[in-house]
């Protein structure tokens, strides 16, 4: 492990991360989202930007999301874990960078650092503040914390008119991107409803944690959606393995808000 992570605050190492991606992508005018851009994106994605608003609003460059009532599951058998959650992505380089906080058994202080950034993925995780439980990383992490880069895509449209994603069609409602990035390519499918609403993203490259790891079938879910100044937002978000024995939901929250191209 990175001594410098060992001895440092999670605050302060998310907020220096977050600091680098500001400082290596700064907001300049972006401009404007035109139907044109929407020209080699198949029908259902052209619908859901239309229908969510975005037509007309800046490109996205980066966002930070707000969350409320996250909730974590660390395994089958234990009890949901109450979070608060900040979480930051940028576009111009497929980056993710989250910051979790909470007490296991709801007495000991908790705190984890999810992120993907310049290429690669880790997980950070203290108890108590200050003991380090282990920094995860490696290619399994980077193919991990990239698909989940992706699985987001469309909550900062802008992902998905960048040179490094493909899209191919797949049916009225639903389509299958890639994302190619640093040497490796995830892919998945977006799932939409008649209201052109994103519901579902399901993926076969995510690794869930274990010995040894392991390779399911994974997916995003989205259960609600909210209108803001002209804009549709997701609320409820959940995410769920999908395992030899069933289904296995282990994260949910809602999305209080989200800010486009902050700036610090």
Aim: hydrophobic share 40%.
């Amino acid at each position: 492990m990175n001594v410098a992570a060992a001895v440092k605050s999670l605050d302060r190492i998310y907020q220096a991360e977050v600091s680098a991606e500001l400082a290596n992508h700064p907001v300049r005018s972006p401009g404007l989202i035109t139907e044109s851009d929407l020209a080699g994106l198949p029908p259902p994605v052209q619908r859901y930007f239309r229908a969510g608003g975005f037509i007309g609003k800046p490109h996205t460059l980066n966002m930070r999301i707000h969350w409320s009532g996250m909730q974590l599951k660390r395994s089958h058998d234990a009890d949901w874990m109450e979070l608060s959650c900040q979480q930051f992505n940028s576009v111009p380089a497929p980056t993710r960078i989250v910051l979790m906080k909470g007490r296991m058994a709801g007495v000991i202080p908790f705190e984890g650092r999810d992120k993907y950034q310049e290429g690669h993925g880790s997980m950070l995780i203290k108890v108590a503040k200050i003991i380090p439980l282990g920094e995860t990383t490696g290619s399994p992490m980077d193919t991990s914390g990239l698909v989940t880069v992706l699985s987001e895509a469309l909550l900062a449209p802008s992902y998905a008119l960048q040179g490094y994603m493909k899209w191919q069609p797949v049916d009225e409602r639903s389509a299958r991107a890639e994302l190619t990035y640093n040497g490796v390519t995830v892919s998945g499918i977006f799932h939409f409803n008649e209201a052109d609403e994103l519901v579902r993203f399901d993926t076969n490259d995510r690794w869930q944690d274990g010995t040894p790891l392991k390779q399911l079938p994974w997916s995003a879910n989205i259960e609600g959606y909210r209108v803001a100044q002209g804009i549709r937002y997701a609320t409820r978000v959940s995410a769920t393995w999908h395992e030899p024995g069933g289904d296995f939901t282990y994260v949910k929250g809602t999305i209080d808000s989200v800010e486009f191209n902050v700036k610090d």
